[in-house]
């Protein structure tokens, strides 16, 4: 599988809100799922949102439930992460990749493949 193209980003205020984009056109899998991660400096990768693409079911680490959305555009071929309610531990680099076993529920990182290239959120202070 071809590695996902992101966009979006871009420095922000704390408590203001972002939208990252996750195109998956070159995936040909036919049910899969789309996770979304962050690294901050000095930190290890973490998970942060999933949705299948197939039936849209979702599944969010605790410390952004609540706060950010992920949503898929079929037609469009794109998964969204919108951020919202930003807080001084969400800048970090984020990842979107792919789990072919479509398995948002367990969301165990080591399924995830074809990485996107990365997205800087900087939150300004």
């Known amino acids: 599988q071809v590695p996902l193209v992101q966009s979006g980003g871009g420095e922000v205020q704390p408590g203001g809100s972002l939208r990252l984009s996750c195109g998956y056109s070159g995936i040909t899998l036919g049910q899969f799922a789309i996770g979304w991660f962050r690294q901050a400096p000095g930190k290890e990768r973490e998970r942060v949102s999933c949705?299948?693409?197939?039936?849209?079911?979702?599944n969010y680490a605790d410390s952004v439930k609540g706060r950010f959305i992920i949503s898929r555009d079929h037609t469009k071929n794109m998964v969204y992460l919108q951020l919202n309610s930003l807080k001084p531990e969400d800048p970090a680099v984020y990842y979107c990749?792919?789990?072919?076993?479509?398995?948002?529920?367990?969301?165990?990182?080591?399924?995830?493949?074809?990485w996107g290239q990365g997205t800087q959120v900087p939150v300004s202070s």
């Open positions: 949705i299948s693409v197939s039936d849209g079911s979702t």
């Open positions: 990749a792919v789990d072919p076993w479509n398995s948002c529920p367990l969301f165990e990182e080591e399924e995830f493949e074809s």
